[in-house]
């Protein structure tokens, strides 16, 4: 699988031309912030099939400014009214979050993946996620805008089960990638269920109060630090924003904290 | 993070190294065997380590016999710098081995050395018997993780407090074995030390297996990529079998009673007969035992004398076929023919995976979480895919037999290897060497059930096949022959080597054959309809159905043809296309068909599936011969 092959299908690229011409199409559609020539590159390397490439559910152009979902997802009505925000970010008085940027629809498409590399432990797939998070990086951002990155960090007691932090391994690759240093001060002192056992938003929100600490000090005390969180997915946004919470209770000076997914 | 020591044993045998997660129990093991001296070594959070580090201090130990019977200071000290090199050198070759740009030298496996070991206040551990016991029944001939285990061992709601105490009890007196769920062991060499890697389940090597820095240990530490579906196989994971002893069956030989009212052929009872003996015979000559009887022959319905015969012996069975629908299709089945009997599927998603039974059904890599268990195993289509150039998994699945149990392979293409280690050659008077017809490791049947000759397939080669078909021309040995079969009413499968090649068939198909344009169909493995489309050709709604290797075998469909339209390609190897021919004629209502092979340059893999085929028809011919002259 590592030995090129498609992640998802994995049939080797057989069809050289037609990759070719999806990977400049794309290239074409996400170069608004990098240069045609680097985000070609960024898309030729990830390790997918033609197929699998052209089917690749990234989001559009139009989203919400806070929270990144696509307006396509949302009815027509708030498209109309003109709004910049989505009606879950509306309705938040008070975000710790400056915004938060996804860069997959979580659909059946990537659901698997994920599945194997979280759950099923296939760490050869980290590769996979970190081209894509970089991909993702220089789509929305640029590498020079934050100073360091933090990946959201598990609970010490499912880390042993799991034996690994798949955000930490992402991380990694993506901090080698463009140049910007990790920091793991971030932990996360509450242990809470799986999402999937939580119902409702409010119990999600609930749980996750005060589910993370900052151990470390600010990088630079006197200015406010620029930071990007990783995660994996983006689903009420709660986890992300506890996390910049736990940061902010530290810092004297409020610091300038943007968060990335895989999938929002 | 639990913590392993090793420690060597000095008294009545050789002096010997042992791993303990529990010293205690140990101690009081030994102490009441035999009363022999044990010397505290070190100890390590890493159990590939640790088992590595046995290994390396047994062969130590053997080299130096001199140490016999007492140890003084100065041979532990020898041992334990032994030990300590070893840690060592296996530190920094896995370091080299994982290789990152700018890793810092660090230790990868902790090693602390120990003189003894400080009372951890435990009292002796008090599990009652009968506790003890019920664990020994749940995991009587299974070969699983601890994970794996701690799981079975909730569902059937037992709770150990103490789990690790009475399993090195279960190890100790030899009624358990445990491993690393992925072995590690330093490959020495004058030019380069090397890291020998190997997945105890399911017998990766080394290019299976990932290096990684593990969380649950702390250490170096390796995961199998290869097993990865079935939870995952790691250094750090310890991996538990456990042989079943007892015969578990209270009604032994009531489930042997068969309901079936269907009848063998001469040539079937002869080949099911022979089985039979293979599985009953008490002084046995081999273990293994190979039905090699071609495609419509019946193959299940061979096995149920051998199935009797181990069931009667109050014996458990189990028949492994590698896909789950085989698995779901046959257990209804069996179930039906042995009424008695407890039959249970085994598949990835089955509720009845863990239950106590006589015949269980189970796909292939659900065998490898069995240990020592079957008396019987069987083995379906031992050439098709997890097996397929994969030999380690055959070592993997041979571990849920008994000891002195009996395999028996069962396919209509063995591969190369089983034919040599099983399969005896005759030769004739004239020098021509061929099967012969049976052994004492195998039997051959060659004809169908319904006694005619197999479809001899014809083969055709197209130069620039593949531009023809691009450009929508007319291939004309394969359109007279799609035309011919449609028109008589019959249903043809089109079999391409490739997924994209697919719908490229099939937009040709209707080009040229626009008057069945409705009845195409085509199917790939990972299409989302896959069962509708097979129904529907099945059915008879569907004419013409384009496919991969997937419907290469199981799907039986009277009145078809068969075509392959790009036979060099290398996905189809003699195997496939034997088998694919072997869809052809298989309900006695209609023996015969056509089988078509395409090519566009001459290959050998056609050729060499053609030339099985007619060889089996000889024999085939040969035997009725023979039965006519006596």
């Not at chain 2, 002096?15 to 009363?35: I, K, S």
């Not at chain 2, 054959?513 to 099945?538: I, N, Q, T, W």
Request: hydrophobic share 40%; with cysteine; net charge positive.
């Amino acid at each position: 699988m590592s030995q090129g092959g498609c992640v998802r299908c994995g049939i080797r690229y057989a069809a050289k031309n037609r990759r070719e011409a999806v990977v400049r199409s794309w290239a074409v559609r996400l170069s608004s912030r990098t240069s045609y020539a680097h985000m070609y590159r960024l898309v030729e390397r990830l390790p997918l099939c033609a197929g699998c490439l052209e089917e690749m559910p990234v989001i559009g152009e139009k989203i919400c400014e806070q929270c990144g979902r696509s307006w396509e997802h949302q009815g027509q009505q708030l498209l109309e009214c003109g709004a910049l925000r989505c009606r879950d970010c509306r309705s938040i008085e008070e975000n710790a979050l400056r915004g938060n940027r996804g860069l997959l629809h979580y659909d059946d498409w990537g659901k698997d993946l994920l599945g194997l590399y979280k759950y099923r432990g296939d760490e050869r797939l980290a590769d996979f996620f970190g081209k894509l998070l970089t991909l993702a990086m220089y789509r929305y951002f640029r590498s020079g805008q934050f100073d360091y990155l933090v990946a959201v960090p598990l609970h010490p007691k499912r880390l042993s089960e799991r034996g690994f932090n798949q955000m930490e391994i992402v991380a990694e690759r993506i901090g080698r990638d463009i140049g910007v240093p990790i920091r793991k001060d971030l932990i996360r002192t509450k242990e809470t269920a799986k999402l999937s056992q939580q119902t409702g938003r409010e119990a999600r929100i609930l749980s996750m109060q005060d589910a993370f600490a900052w151990k470390g000090e600010a990088a630079k005390p006197k200015k406010p630090s620029r930071i990007l969180l990783l995660d994996d997915i983006y689903t009420t946004g709660s986890t992300l924003r506890a996390c910049a919470q736990a940061i902010h209770q530290v810092e004297t000076v409020k610091s300038y904290i943007w968060s990335l997914t895989i999938y929002r | 993070m639990r913590e392993y020591l090793l420690y060597v044993k000095v008294g009545r045998e050789p002096v010997q190294a042992y791993v303990t997660p529990c010293f205690r129990v140990d101690q009081d093991y030994w102490q009441e065997q035999e009363g022999s001296q044990l010397y505290v070594i070190g100890r390590t959070p890493s159990l590939a380590m640790a088992f590595s580090l046995r290994e390396r201090l047994n062969q130590y130990l053997q080299e130096r016999q001199a140490i016999q019977g007492t140890v003084n200071e100065q041979a532990l000290a020898g041992i334990r710098r032994i030990a300590l090199t070893t840690v060592r050198e296996a530190s920094a070759v896995y370091g080299t081995t994982l290789s990152h740009e700018n890793t810092e030298e660090k230790e990868w496996f902790a090693w602390s050395e120990a003189k003894s070991v400080k009372e951890e206040n435990s009292t002796p551990i008090v599990t009652s018997g009968d506790k003890e016991q019920s664990v020994k029944d749940v995991l009587a001939g299974r070969a699983l993780l601890w994970e794996e285990m701690e799981r079975l061992l909730q569902t059937h709601g037992i709770a150990v407090p103490e789990l690790p105490q009475l399993l090195q009890r279960m190890v100790l007196s030899g009624d358990a074995q445990w491993l690393p769920g992925v072995r590690l062991h330093v490959r020495k060499s004058w030019l380069r030390h090397s890291l020998q890697l190997a997945c105890a389940r399911c017998g990766s090597g080394k290019e299976k297996i990932e290096l990684t820095t593990c969380h649950s240990c702390g250490q170096g530490c390796a995961y199998c990529t290869e097993c990865l579906g079935m939870g995952r196989s790691k250094c750090c994971t310890p991996f538990l079998c456990v042989p079943a002893h007892t015969v578990p069956s209270s009604h032994a030989g009531q489930a042997g009673r068969l309901v079936w009212s269907g009848r063998y052929s001469r040539d079937q009872e002869v080949a099911a007969d022979r089985a039979r003996q293979f599985v009953s015979s008490h002084w046995r000559r081999n273990a293994e035992f190979l039905i090699w009887a071609v495609c419509g022959a019946g193959k299940t319905e061979l096995l149920f004398p051998s199935v009797v015969a181990a069931l009667e012996q109050g014996e458990r069975v189990l028949i492994a076929t590698p896909r789950k629908d085989v698995v779901l299709e046959l257990a209804p089945r069996i179930q039906r023919v042995f009424p008695e009997a407890r039959v249970i599927a085994v598949h990835g998603s089955s509720k009845e995976k863990w239950e106590e039974c006589d015949i269980a059904i189970a796909t292939t890599h659900q065998v490898m979480r069995f240990y020592q268990r079957f008396f019987l195993v069987v083995l379906d289509e031992v050439d098709a895919f997890p097996y397929h150039q994969n030999p380690v998994l055959y070592r993997a699945v041979a571990r849920a037999v008994k000891t002195g149990g009996r395999l028996l392979y069962l396919s209509a293409t063995p591969p190369r290897y089983l034919q040599k280690r099983l399969v005896t050659k005759q030769k004739s008077l004239l020098g021509r060497s061929s099967y012969a017809l049976y052994s004492s490791s195998h039997v051959l049947l060659p004809g169908r059930y319904h006694g005619h000759a197999l479809p001899v397939p014809q083969i055709c080669t197209v130069s620039g096949l593949d531009k023809l078909l691009a450009a929508g021309r007319v291939i004309t040995p394969l359109h007279d022959m799609l035309k011919a079969s449609l028109d008589a009413g019959r249903q043809v499968f089109v079999f391409v080597p490739r997924v994209e090649e697919v719908p490229r068939m099939l937009g040709y198909l209707q080009a040229v054959l626009p008057e069945y344009r409705d009845g195409v169909a085509g199917v790939h493995a990972s299409d989302p309809a896959r069962e509708e489309k097979v129904m529907a050709f099945r059915e008879k709604a569907v004419k013409l159905m384009v496919t991969t290797t997937i419907l290469e075998r199981g799907v039986t469909i009277p009145g078809s043809d068969v075509a392959v339209v790009g036979a060099q390609a290398p996905v189809f190897d003699e195997a496939s296309l034997v088998q694919i021919a072997g869809r052809v004629g298989r309900s006695p209502d209609d023996p015969q068909g056509t089988v078509l092979f395409v090519q566009s340059y001459r290959a050998s893999a056609p050729q060499a599936a053609v030339r099985q085929i007619t060889q089996m028809n000889q024999l085939a011919k040969q035997l009725r011969d023979r039965r006519k002259m006596a």
